[in-house]
């Protein structure tokens, strides 16, 4: 295939088609991802198949993609895809029939967990501050609390001998979340070493403490915290509390944790919500197997 054949066709649309300077833009990006993926694969843009295609949008889902975007890439795929049919350069179009997947998700971004690792690693354990960082991302981590569910933790709420925390979640429906050993730890650090150092008056309830002592910190400022840590330790995905959320579940059911034992700790009223793991270990699981298996 002539190395030039997707500026030749987002020319085409643009003289032939007339097709905006935005949607120009967003078919570009879409082919330069499709010759990206063929590249990792080590395949030519043209002698990609069906099955390859089919890997390229679970590979796009599994990276985060919103449904609408994903249906556009689809729809990129198969307008370039019968642009080289028409020109002769292939000798059937792959993508004819290619569609995003029925019932379509757009599926959680969520880190690994050396990604994890890394992160809880990065605050400066030796200050106060970086004391009290390590014990909010810890609890997250281990809870998958929602971060206003986190934030509003008071005293009370946590029990680090018996290894759980109480919360308050939507529809003011209260649960009890484990607390593993290893965050337990650390709360335990903080409340010892760094809280007394904010709390200078009058102690508030609340757990996790802003630097000014008497208020709770707040759902920006925590955001804001992790954000800047994801930077420091080096992470590709955008960090956001919901993103740790997403983490806890995912690392709980690929160690095996049962379904329902997840929406409990997740505080989810349906089921279905919390299915969408399952369509996440599906996504992974159908990339190991068209990575490694030599069928298929």
Known sequence: MRPDTIVTYLRHLEVERRLSVHTLDGYGRDLARLRAFAEGQGEEIARMDRRALEAFVRDAMAGGLSPTSTARLVASVRGFYRHLRRRGDIPENPADDLHPP???????????????????????????????????????????????????????????????????????????????????????????????????????????????????????????????????AGLKTHLSPHVLRHSFATHLLERGADLRAIQTMLGHADLSTTQIYTHVMEVRLRQVYDSFHPRR
């Open 102 to 232: 029925k019932a379509f998700l757009s599926l959680p971004r969520f880190l690994s967990m050396a990604e994890v690792d890394a992160l809880l690693a990065t605050p400066d354990v030796s200050t106060s501050g970086g004391l009290r960082d390590r014990a909010l991302i810890e609890v997250l981590y281990a809870t998958g609390l929602r971060v206003s569910e986190l934030v509003s933790l008071r005293m009370a709420d946590v029990r680090l001998d018996q290894g759980y925390v109480q919360c308050l979640g939507k529809g003011s429906k209260e649960r009890i979340v484990p607390l593993g050993d290893v965050a337990a730890g650390w709360v335990k650090q903080y409340l010892s070493e760094a809280r007394p150092t904010f709390v200078t008056k009058k102690d508030p309830p609340w757990l996790f403490v802003s630097r000014r002592g008497a208020r709770r910190l707040s759902r920006g400022g925590f955001w804001q915290i992790l954000k800047d840590y994801g930077a420091a």
